[in-house]
């Protein structure tokens, strides 16, 4: 069976089954789902955003309260953490660190895993399901597993054929290279349902026109998976930038290529915490959520555009 039959014949299953669903709701089923629905988003949103509000109102509020008692309102407002985050820190620093490395594992582990993605998704050959399979088991692999043959592989204390490679310890490699291998195995799965989403009559009209397979992946495929690439470089994008293992493993902080946020943030709770002041803590927490939180704001703006252009050519 051909997939565009196949998803016909999905797609009218789906259609029997909505129908089917609001018989059973009755007269008062649109009303009950919308309100469900509102009640869900509801709950969703105070769960995202607590933590966030309960950070800030830690934030504002003086270190001795914060021991004491400290409501859902704050009662008393202090600039107490701010001064204290901003003048122990150069956050221009920590953060241009942190976006460093988180786009550049988001760069390597895109480049390679949409080709893969492509190659899974679009092609069939022999043994396809069983290396894809394989493939996303390398994602469940613990980052502790691994790190010590790292640490002596990136400290050169590892040879091969008499020839040591490279010392990557204290390097941003240090820490790209075992992130984005932990993060590959998913971005290759999550694009590979990208690029399969991709009805084939649109790649065939392509080559019926003249286009070679590289032409129609440029022009056609690209293009429509341009909001599951997205999604996935912003999801690469945060977990890098809150990885904090390898920050830890590989390097030796502001000896080695600088504080990033989490390195900082870990060396503000294990010394200071004891001295009472997290509300500098939380300053600092603060801080941290900007660069992502833009970052999101942003693509989330640029995917509406793009998913309805998906749409469009794909319904």
Known sequence: ????????????????????????????????????????????????????????????????????????????????????????????????????????????????????????????????????????????????????????????????????????????????????????????GLLTVFFAGVPDDLEDAARIAGATRGQALRLVIFPLARPGIVSVATLVFIEAYTEYFFTAFMTTGARGIGYTVQSRLQEFVTPLWQLGYPNMVAVASLIGLVPPALVILYMSGQLDSWLSAWGSATG
Do not use: K
């Open 1 to 188: 069976m051909s997939r565009s039959r196949r998803d016909t014949d999905e797609s009218d299953a789906d259609r029997r089954r909505g129908e089917r669903l609001a018989r059973l709701a009755g007269p008062h089923g649109e009303r009950f789902e919308r309100l469900c629905f509102r009640l869900a988003l509801a709950v969703s949103l105070v769960v995202a955003l607590f933590p966030i509000y309960w950070t800030a109102v830690v934030a504002v509020t003086p270190h001795p309260q914060v021991w004491q008692n400290v409501g859902v309102v704050p009662t008393t407002v202090s600039a107490e953490g701010v001064a204290l985050a901003f003048g122990t820190t150069n956050w221009v620093s920590v953060l241009g660190n942190s976006l460093f490395i988180s786009l550049l594992t988001t760069a390597f582990v895109l480049l390679v895993a949409t080709p893969a993605g492509y190659v899974f998704g679009r092609l069939e050959f022999p043994g396809r399901r069983p290396l894809l399979v394989a493939v996303l088991l390398v994602a469940v692999v613990p980052p502790q597993g691994i790190a010590l043959p790292l640490y002596r592989l990136f400290r050169g204390y590892v040879s091969v054929a008499g020839v040591s490679p490279p010392e990557l310890f204290n390097t941003p490699a240090g820490i790209v290279l075992p992130s984005s291998a932990l993060i590959v195995p998913l971005a290759i």
